[in-house]
């Protein structure tokens, strides 16, 4: 493995860096009622997962067209892939988290997202012959790799500011949708807080409880944070339904 191999964000960087999002929700999300954005595509555009272990129902994208969606989901695919150790972005659904909340709590990331997912396709394209879908294991790993150091650039290319802030933000939202509270689309089944061993939010932990979690013997709850009804809500648009979340 070469030392630009080793440059690109590993797993258990991914996994470690995750703690910190916990059952965390979606950065701006106590801003208040979003305003909806127009879909770029209707909502029965159709795209097909490309991780192993994700769905094999396809999925509806109100937000990404078809080709967005294809080079977001295997972006977040080559991040957090599903192998021996558990599932993977695409099984917690943190595309459709990312669509969703173009509609909402991120819409002012709609351009960059477009923008950028578009530039980053050129640049493969004219760095390696093809789209990112199309790309091998290690051109995509190398790809990624001058996106996230910023020396993703060229002639045609276009990243609006520098690729390394579209390659941050993307592995934000990816974190978020995988790691985030499930309650606003993404962790689908708490898979991604099973990965991390996160127990689920408590009220009150007592000092059995703490030797518990210490020992990984704490049983983990599977609910949302906002279960409690001591959590106050806000009503916020995201794309066609309506979710609280706290202020």
Same mark, same amino acid.
């Given at each position: ?12 960087? !991914?996994?470690?860096? &995750?703690?910190?999002?916990?059952? +965390?929700?979606?950065? $701006?999300? @106590? =801003?208040?009622? #979003? ?36 080079? !977001?989901?295997?972006? &977040?695919?080559?991040?957090?892939? +599903?192998?021996?150790? $558990?599932? @993977? =972005?695409?099984? #917690? ?155």
């Amino acid at each position: 493995m070469t030392k630009k191999q080793r440059r690109l964000i590993s797993r258990r960087r !991914l996994l470690q860096s &995750a703690g910190a999002v916990g059952a +965390a929700a979606v950065t $701006g999300a @106590g =801003a208040g009622e #979003a305003a909806r954005a127009e879909p770029t595509v209707p909502s029965s555009t159709l795209a097909q997962p490309t991780s192993s272990q994700a769905s094999e129902a396809q999925v509806a994208y109100q937000y990404l067209n078809v080709g967005e969606a294809e080079s !977001l989901e295997a972006i &977040a695919d080559h991040l957090i892939p +599903a192998d021996e150790h $558990g599932p @993977g =972005a695409l099984d #917690a659904r943190a595309v459709q988290y990312i669509d969703s909340a173009l509609g909402g709590a991120l819409q002012g990331s709609h351009d960059a997202y477009r923008s950028g997912l578009a530039a980053f396709d050129r640049y493969c394209q004219s760095s390696r012959g093809a789209r990112f879908v199309d790309l091998s294991h290690g051109d995509r790993t190398s790809a990624l790799i001058d996106v996230e150091t910023g020396a993703a650039s060229g002639a045609g290319v276009g990243f609006v500011g520098s690729s390394a802030a579209f390659f941050s933000m993307v592995r934000d939202h990816v974190l978020q949708g995988t790691f985030g509270d499930p309650f606003y689309g993404g962790n689908a089944d708490f898979v991604g807080w099973d990965l991390i061993r996160y127990p689920g939010l408590r009220t009150a932990v007592t000092p059995e409880d703490q030797r518990r979690l210490e020992s990984d013997e704490l049983h983990p709850y599977r609910r949302s944070a906002y279960d409690w009804e001591n959590f106050e809500k806000a009503n916020v648009r995201a794309g066609r339904k309506e979710r609280d979340h706290a202020d």
